[in-house]
């Protein structure tokens, strides 16, 4: 039913699978009971998981279908019936830990230098992509949108040389510090009722360095005015 130049099929000659059943037994000390389900079985699933971003349900279910991933956790004749129920994937990854999922890394790497796929010199530098990795983002809220687009302005005009009647600079970020704190307290009415008037600072700030446009000389700093005075 498979073709033996499929991957999965050459993959699963590469792997050394009696590896987990050496050093996964030793998650089971118990001999009473049923006996655990196969560490292959497992194994294959859980590459099979992360190869093809498969839920647990997801990849119990195409087991069922596929001749290639029955062989590749494997089973010799096709199956009709699904192996384990989703659940023991989560009792599995509980039970081996951080430690046993890092084995399954360290056997694909092992099948890749076996196949010729991967060098010893590929892995001296390893490329790690932190993208997924927490960040310190400030979300784009009304009033952090307001304060930046105020203190530009003022930064514009005190290049420029402009004397603004207010700049605002004490209470605008009092405001802006406000209207977070009852926005987390889930407080909205006085949420909106602080935003109103730091609103009303950017826009009395943006008016006045317009009034004052005719003074700055043509250059490269006005332009900057006039496209901030239009985004804001």
């Not at 498979?2 to 001999?31: C, M, N, Y």
């Not at 196949?115 to 010893?120: E, I, N, R």
């Not at 809220?141 to 105020?150: F, G, I, K, V």
Request: proline residues 5%; positive net charge.
């Amino acid at each position: 039913m498979i073709d033996q130049r499929h991957e999965l099929v050459k993959l699963a000659a590469l792997i050394d699978w009696a590896f987990f059943v050496r050093e996964w037994a030793g998650f089971f000390p118990s001999t009473t009971g049923r006996p655990a389900t196969s560490p292959r079985l497992i194994a294959g699933l859980m590459y099979l998981q992360h190869a093809f971003k498969l839920s647990d349900e997801a990849v119990v279910a195409r087991w069922v279908e596929n001749p290639y991933y029955q062989h590749f956790t494997g089973e010799t004749f096709f199956q009709h019936r699904p192996p384990i129920d989703p659940s023991s994937l989560v009792r599995w990854r509980k039970r081996i830990g951080e430690e046993g999922v890092e084995w399954v890394l360290i056997q694909t790497i092992e099948a890749g230098r076996c196949s010729g796929a991967v060098t010893d010199k590929a892995l001296k530098r390893v490329a790690v992509d932190t993208t997924v990795m927490e960040k310190n983002i400030a979300h784009p809220t009304d009033a952090r949108l307001y304060e930046r687009a105020r203190a530009l302005l003022v930064g514009l005009a005190k290049k420029a040389g402009i004397e603004l009647r207010q700049s605002y600079g004490r209470l605008a970020p009092r405001l802006a510090a406000q209207v977070g704190r009852y926005a987390h307290a889930r407080q909205f009415k006085r949420m909106r009722k602080v935003l109103r008037p730091l609103k009303g600072y950017v826009g009395r700030v943006r008016r006045d360095l317009r009034r004052h446009l005719q003074e700055i000389p043509q250059g490269p700093l006005c332009e900057r005015v006039l496209d901030a005075l239009w985004l804001v």
